[in-house]
């Protein structure tokens, strides 16, 4: 049995690389809720049209500088998959 259910919300970081995109649809394919991060909107809208099947269980979170760790945790660790506080993007 997985640690983590079918049906969760599951964060991959660096979304758009070539490994981790296979990693999102795979998680996708086997029922997993996939938030994917990239550094820029640009990077992600690949990802966007790739994923687009899945509707609401693909989300993709811009974040400028994953250096920053709080401002980065924030925006990833939100419980409930909602927060209409924290912006799509982040700025610089």
């Known amino acids: ?3 983590v259910q079918p049906g ?3 964060l ?4 758009n690389g070539f490994i981790a995109m296979w990693v ?3 998680l996708l394919e086997k029922g997993y809720a996939v938030r ?3 550094r820029s909107q ?3 809208r690949h990802l966007t049209d790739t994923f ?3 509707g609401d269980k693909f989300e993709l979170v811009v974040v400028k500088d994953i250096t920053t760790v709080c401002v980065f945790l924030i925006r990833v660790s939100v419980s409930g998959g909602t927060s209409p506080a924290i912006p799509n ?3 610089e």
């Open 89 to 91: 993007s982040i700025a």
């Open 8 to 10: 969760s919300k599951v």
């Open 36 to 38: 994917g991060t990239v």
């Open 42 to 44: 640009e990077r992600g």
């Open 12 to 15: 991959v970081s660096g979304a």
């Open 52 to 54: 687009k099947e899945y």
């Open 1 to 3: 049995m997985p640690t």
């Open 24 to 26: 999102v649809r795979t």
